[in-house]
Nanobody
């Protein structure tokens, strides 16, 4: 049974940083996309960042325009874990952040690419 477990959320002031982690179990995702989506109250789930292997140890990352330059996604293949480093956080970043993993390939920014989802971790940024 595949499980994705997020951690690292919390309350932070605007301009602060948080690092989210997502540990996968039940199968390895080293060759497939893993990513982060978020959902704010009253809004639809939206793409934040994702990463996939291109070849060997070379990875490609993609980001939503709203987080480019502030967020960095990375993964530790040995630990089957993906991370999201979030810097210069803004109140509009407040949301539940969910980790996602794909069983196959597909466009990184599409919800439909992902087959497995975590429960989410709350990130709250105060002004």
């Amino acid at each position: 049974q595949v499980q994705l477990v997020e951690s690292g959320g919390g309350l932070v002031q605007a301009g602060g940083s948080l690092r989210l982690s997502c540990a996968a179990s039940g199968r390895t995702f080293s060759g497939y996309p893993m990513g982060w989506f978020r959902q704010a109250p009253g809004k639809e789930r939206e793409f934040v960042a994702a990463i996939r292997r291109i070849a060997g140890s070379t990875y490609y990352a993609d980001y939503a325009d709203s987080v480019k330059g502030r967020f960095t996604i990375s993964r530790d293949v040995a630990k089957n874990t993906v991370y999201l480093q979030m810097n210069n956080l803004k109140p509009e970043d407040t949301a539940v952040y969910c980790c996602a993993a794909a069983g196959y390939g597909g466009p990184l920014g599409r919800l439909e690419t992902y087959d497995y989802w975590g429960q989410g971790t709350q990130v709250t940024v105060s002004s």
